[in-house]
């Protein structure tokens, strides 16, 4: 009989004293911020600015509208393709989808970073948090 109620008083005393302690620690901390806290903290102060976002081109795209797509961009006034030709900062990885990212990316952000300035006969894509730049080619935000 005894060896069977031991570990039954055993583990209620053991769960009253994890109970008051687990709200103690409740109260105690209840006014210093928990590393979730700050991150809920950074995406609300990430809310109130501007949100970040990029235009780059889908992977799904073809090379003649890739092509089509730099040729626009490039086109358009204030867009300084430079970085993607060769000796610039963006030419690696010289291929046609990193060139037609980087160009769409500055023509959408010249043109007012609207969602259909990232259309591209659907060939755009808007993304955000992903920052598409890798070192040393810099996309502009
Ligand atoms: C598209 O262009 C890339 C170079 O940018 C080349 O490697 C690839 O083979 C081309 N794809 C087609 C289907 O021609
Ligand atoms: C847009 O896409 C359609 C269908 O893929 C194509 O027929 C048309 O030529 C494209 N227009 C431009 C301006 O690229």
Redesign the pocket.
Known sequence: MESQKNPLVFLLLALALLLSFAAHIGHGESSRPTPTDEIQIDLRRKRNSEFVTWCIAKPST??ESLKRNIDYSCGQKGVDCRPIQPGGACFLP????SHASYAMNLFYKSAGKNFWNCHFNSTGLIVSLEDPSLAPCYYPA
């Open positions: 073809d090379n010289d291929n046609l989808m």
